[in-house]
């Protein structure tokens, strides 16, 4: 596609409750990238796909997140058992290739709500 | 660890004015690359400008350019001839230029309000 596509916009879910979040990436863009954007805070790393590898999980911030990427294309990000502190917006990016000097290409972003 | 670090929560700017935003960082790499990311209310993250380490030339896109001192770890972004457009969230980040994962460092942020 054109862009970065993240599904839903906003998502507003009872705590406890599992949480699927969608990312549709650049055609042809091989690195993923989640972050997690709390109120009033940067841009916190969450995951990294690169192509076939295996994917660098060090942000994840507890065995509850998880996410995946089929065919190296669409990415799923899921949050099991939702809590309030989960509540932030969620940012998908791509990039044509994991080195060199390019920037990402994020979407929009999912505004995930735990009430 | 990398960290980078935008010491002005808010800033405000006449509309044709210029306005410079800081922006630090600390790192023990030689190589590496900055960025500016604008977020305006649509939320969607917009690369500005972009400056590799290896290179002593600031980088300009348009209106906007950024002054790069290496050794002080000081990446700042300056807009010049201000326009309401700029409004919006602006954002610095760090990334290595090697090792296995590309990810970027962002700062927290600074808050840009453009006056009429």
């Known amino acids: 596609g054109a862009g970065v596509s993240q599904s839903p916009s906003n998502k507003v879910t009872e705590k406890g409750k599992d949480v699927e979040l969608r990312c549709d990436p650049i055609?042809?863009?091989?690195?993923l990238y989640w972050y997690r954007q709390s109120l009033g805070q940067g841009l916190e790393f969450l995951i990294y796909f690169q192509g076939n590898s295996a994917p660098d999980k060090s942000g994840l911030p507890s065995d509850r997140f998880s996410a995946e990427r089929t065919g190296g294309s669409v990415s799923t990000l899921t949050i099991q058992r939702t809590q309030q502190e989960d509540s932030a917006v969620y940012l998908c990016?791509?990039?044509?290739?994991?080195?060199?000097?390019?920037?990402?290409?994020f979407g929009s972003g999912t505004r995930l709500t735990v009430v | 660890a990398q960290t980078v670090t935008q010491s002005q929560p808010e800033m405000s700017v006449q509309e044709a004015e210029t306005v410079t935003l800081s922006c630090t960082y600390d790192?023990?790499?030689?190589?590496?690359?900055l960025f500016w990311y604008k977020q305006p209310p649509s939320r969607q993250m917009i690369l500005v400008i972009r400056q590799e380490a290896y290179k002593q030339q600031n980088a300009t896109e348009n209106r906007f350019s950024v002054n790069f001192q290496k050794a002080a770890k000081s990446f700042s972004l300056k807009i010049s001839d201000s326009q309401l457009g700029d409004a919006a969230m602006y954002f610095c980040a760090y990334r290595i230029s090697g090792g296995s994962n590309y990810k970027l460092t962002f700062g927290k942020g600074t808050l840009l309000t453009v006056n009429p």
């Open positions: 055609s042809g863009h091989t690195a």
């Open positions: 790192t023990s790499e030689s190589d590496y690359y």
């Open positions: 990016a791509s990039t044509i290739q994991a080195g060199g000097a390019y920037g990402y290409t």
